[in-house]
C-alpha cells in the first residue's frame, strides 16, 4: 500500500515538473496579443489582466476568459473569438471582442443600462441608443416588452400597466398583454390621424376599448 501511494505522489510530482518544462518553452512563450474590437478605454482597463495571466492565455478557455473581461466591463461583449499561431520564436494571439448590441436604453430604479434584442442588461458608454423602457415599480424585464419597441420609442412599464407614447397620441395596454392586444395596437397605428382625433387610446380592458380626446 506504502509503495502504491508513493508511487501515484511520484508520478504526480512528474507530470507537474513535466508541465513546468513544457510551458518554459520558447514556443510556448507568449509572443504577441492583438485585440480587435474594442475601443481605447475598454483596452486600458482590462490590460492588467492580460499581463496577470501570461502564458495561460495560451490555454485559457474563451467562456472563462470572457466572463473575467465581461465582469469587468458590465457584460458588454456577446463573445470572443482567440485566433493563436505557434512559431517558433512563441504564440501570436488574436482576440476578437463581438459586442452586444443595444436596441433600447432601461431605466430601473436610478439605474441606468442597455438592452440588447434578446432581453440582455449590459452597460457600455460606447452606444448610444434612442429608445427608452421605463420600469416604474418592477424590477425584472421581461423579453417581451422588448418587442414593442418595434411601435414606440418610449414605453413605460408599471405594475399593472403599460404605456406606449405614439407621436402625440398614448397607448395603454394591460402588463400581461397577448397577441390580440398587439393586434389591436397595430390598429391603432394604422389609424389615419386625420380620421382620428383621439389621444389616447385604453387597451386594457377585454370587452372594450376607452378612446379619450384629452390625455
Not at 423602457?133 to 424590477?139: T, V
Not at 387597451?203 to 376607452?210: H, N
Request: no cysteine; glycine share 6%.
Amino acid at each position: 500500500m506504502r509503495n502504491l501511494v508513493g508511487g501515484i505522489l511520484g508520478t504526480l510530482i512528474l507530470i507537474y515538473i513535466l508541465s513546468i518544462g513544457i510551458l518554459k518553452l520558447p514556443f510556448l512563450r507568449v509572443n504577441s496579443v492583438i485585440l480587435e474590437g474594442l475601443k481605447p478605454n475598454e483596452a486600458t482597463r482590462i490590460k492588467p489582466l492580460f499581463r496577470s495571466l501570461g502564458r495561460n492565455l495560451i490555454f485559457l478557455n474563451e467562456e472563462k476568459l470572457l466572463a473575467e473581461i465581461n465582469e469587468r466591463l458590465g457584460d458588454r461583449f456577446e463573445r470572443l473569438e482567440v485566433d493563436r499561431k505557434f512559431t517558433k520564436e512563441g504564440v501570436n494571439l488574436n482576440i476578437h471582442f463581438i459586442r452586444r448590441k443595444a436596441v433600447a436604453k432601461v431605466f430601473i430604479g436610478d439605474k441606468v443600462y442597455l438592452v440588447s434584442e434578446n432581453g440582455k442588461l449590459f452597460r457600455d458608454e460606447n452606444q448610444k441608443v434612442e429608445k427608452v423602457i421605463y420600469l416604474k415599480g418592477i424590477n425584472n424585464l421581461d423579453k417581451r416588452f422588448i418587442k414593442l419597441l418595434k411601435y414606440s420609442d418610449r414605453i413605460y412599464v408599471y405594475q399593472n400597466s403599460l404605456k406606449l407614447n405614439l407621436g402625440d397620441r398614448r397607448v395603454l395596454l394591460p402588463f400581461n398583454f397577448s397577441l390580440k392586444e398587439l393586434n389591436l395596437l397595430e390598429s391603432v397605428i394604422r389609424m389615419n390621424n386625420k380620421e382620428n382625433s383621439y389621444k389616447e387610446v385604453d387597451l386594457r380592458y377585454k370587452r372594450f376599448i376607452l378612446l379619450r380626446k384629452k390625455l
